[in-house]
């Protein structure tokens, strides 16, 4: 990150998502880049971040090898019917209230903490998916903990803070690779509407493909990225935690009319059974702004758009 102030992020143009570098030196620095872009835009792009650039490669090249498959092969490891989880292959076709059509094939699997993964849902196309995703779970923990020590800090609370209001050593990693087919039409078809995430922070990487898209003062601004970067999205729960102090990014994802696209998104969440809410610490002055839930109910609440607060 250039040094010049900690307020003013690196990028092509006034309207990018914020870019910080984790390699400078002047870890404030970086911590307060962080903090300022989970302020004001609930989102922002990590580059030099310490994660190998071959691992990425590779997990691009499996998770793309996978929906290459004959459809047969890939219902070996689809979610089942009558499954109460997320875990498994499916295909998400629906209309939303405009008439307006979502399309995309996902793959969600769980990759931390061991306890937590079913391996029945991993691909087994290649002996190498299960080492290649289990080595960057373990960078993506590392990296996620980082973030949130800083984002802790921000609030003037311990480093771990966050991480214990998400459920400390349970929270969970899961992975989702999802797969975009091309439209011609682009006006009656989109990859994902305009949305938060549920869960606490996530961290997504992607093909070559353009197609993110962040919702910043009234405008939609196209998300650049390549394979040095890494992008971050605060979702709801760090939101909550913090007492609204940090954004829920909100975005959305477009498709191209000729090319397929994929991204791998990794949602950080508590366990479904955690308590999630202000954390005591940040409203010994003032009232909550929003009320503690249990994940699941929370969940449950926001897939099926029923009141939360």
Not at 8 to 25: A, R, Y
Request: net charge negative.
């Amino acid at each position: 990150m250039a040094e010049s102030t900690p307020s003013e992020f690196q990028g092509t143009s006034p309207v990018d998502i914020p870019i910080v570098d984790l390699s400078n030196p002047n870890e404030d620095l970086v911590a307060r880049a962080v903090v300022k872009a989970s302020e004001t835009w609930g989102m922002f792009q990590v580059v030099n971040h310490g994660i190998p650039t071959d691992l990425i490669r590779r997990l691009k090249e499996l998770g793309t090898e996978f929906f290459e498959l004959p459809e047969k092969e890939k219902e070996a490891v689809a979610r089942p019917a009558d499954s109460t989880d997320i875990e498994g292959y499916t295909t998400d076709y629906k209309k939303d209230g405009e008439g307006r059509k979502t399309w995309a094939d996902h793959l969600f699997h769980r990759v931390w903490p061991p306890s937590r993964i079913n391996y029945r849902f991993w691909p087994k196309n290649s002996p190498d998916y299960r080492e290649v995703n289990e080595e960057y779970a373990r960078e993506i923990k590392k990296l996620s903990e980082k973030i949130m020590g800083w984002l802790s800090e921000g609030l003037g609370l311990h480093r771990d803070a966050l991480k214990e209001g998400l459920g400390g050593e349970t929270v969970e990693y899961l992975m989702k690779i999802i797969f975009y087919p091309p439209c011609p039409k682009l006006e009656l078809l989109y990859g994902a509407p305009h949305h938060t995430d549920l869960n606490g922070i996530t961290f997504l990487i992607a093909d070559e493909v353009d197609g993110l898209q962040a919702y910043q003062d009234n405008k939609w601004v196209d998300v650049k990225y390549d394979d040095s970067g890494i992008v971050v999205i605060i979702a709801d729960q760090i939101k909550r935690i913090s007492n609204g102090r940090y954004k829920s990014g909100e975005h959305r994802a477009t498709m191209d009319t000729v090319r397929t696209r994929l991204s791998w998104p990794v949602f950080a969440e508590p366990n479904l059974d955690h308590v999630v809410g202000p954390l005591p610490e940040l409203v010994l002055d003032s009232t909550p702004k929003f009320k503690p839930y249990v994940y699941r109910e929370y969940k449950f609440l926001k897939m099926n758009k029923l009141p939360l607060d």
